[in-house]
Antibody, heavy 120, light 112 residues
Framework: QVQLQESGPGLVKPSQTLSLTCTVS??????????WSWIRQPAGKGLEWIGR???????NYNPSLKSRVIVSMDTSKNQFSLKLSSVTAADTAVYYC????????????WGQGTLVTVSS | DVVMTQSPLSLPVTLGQPASISCRSSQSLVHSDGNTYLNWFQQRPGQSPRRLIYKVSNRDSGVPDRFNGSGSGTDFTLKISRVEAEDVGVYYCMQGTHWLGTFGQGTKVEIK
């Protein structure tokens, strides 16, 4: 069974960089031809896809966030990570990691989500 | 971008009764490979989203058979044959045919 678990600071100051890690078990992020994605959801709102990384390491980002986002992977730890720079209160949300790439059949496994609040 | 429009946005239902959610896309979702990548997700209160249906009508493992997806082209429907208490939550359609993928706004299902 594939499982994903997000981790990282729950509070980030404005203008700083939000950093989260997703630890994957039950599957290898470096094989199987899968995308691995980050998605976020502000309280009471819908889902916004942030970006993805492929098994090969190739990345794609939501154009609306592209200038501030980096998704990377550490195959030795079977983890992938999100960095979102220059955060504001508008970046406060529950952040999910998921297997899938915001294309074709979407996301078949999700993490439980982690709340990140941007506040001084 | 492809716009996904769900209706209704709020759906009060009686336990044991059927429910239906519509999802319409601004462009045909037939992919060049012949598949139609329209997916449905359920998000129960306080939980992560969960995929229920992929490629219009394929149920994910463990999804009860009271959930059925149908449709073609630009018009799609998720039907729950008999609503149970555990079905309360928000349902999202998502197209994966065109880049950038798109989620619908979500439909909140609640018990009357």
């Amino acid at each position: 069974q594939v499982q994903l678990q997000e981790s990282g600071p729950g509070l980030v100051k404005p203008s700083q960089t939000l950093s989260l890690t997703c630890t994957v078990s039950g599957a290898s992020i470096s094989s199987g031809n899968y995308y691995w994605s980050w998605i976020r959801q502000p309280a009471g709102k819908g889902l916004e896809w942030i970006g993805r990384i492929y098994t090969s390491g190739n990345t794609n980002y939501n154009p609306s966030l592209k200038s501030r986002v980096i998704v990377s992977m550490d195959t030795s730890k079977n983890q992938f990570s999100l960095k979102l720079s220059s955060v504001t209160a508008a970046d406060t949300a529950v952040y999910y990691c998921a297997r899938g790439g915001y294309s074709k059949s979407g996301f078949d496994y999700w993490g439980q989500g982690t709340l990140v609040t941007v506040s001084s | 971008d492809v716009v996904m429009t769900q209706s209704p946005l709020s759906l009060p239902v009686t336990l044991g009764q059927p429910a239906s959610i519509s999802c319409r896309s601004s462009q045909s979702l037939v992919h060049s490979d012949g598949n139609t990548y329209l997916n449905w997700f359920q998000q129960r209160p306080g939980q992560s989203p969960r995929r229920l249906i992929y490629k219009v009508s394929n149920r994910d493992s463990g999804v009860p058979d009271r959930f059925n997806g149908s449709g073609s082209g630009t018009d799609f429907t998720l039907k729950i044959s008999r609503v149970e208490a555990e079905d309360v939550g928000v349902y999202y359609c998502m197209q994966g045919t065109h880049w950038l993928g798109t989620f619908g706004q979500g439909t909140k299902v609640e018990i009357k």
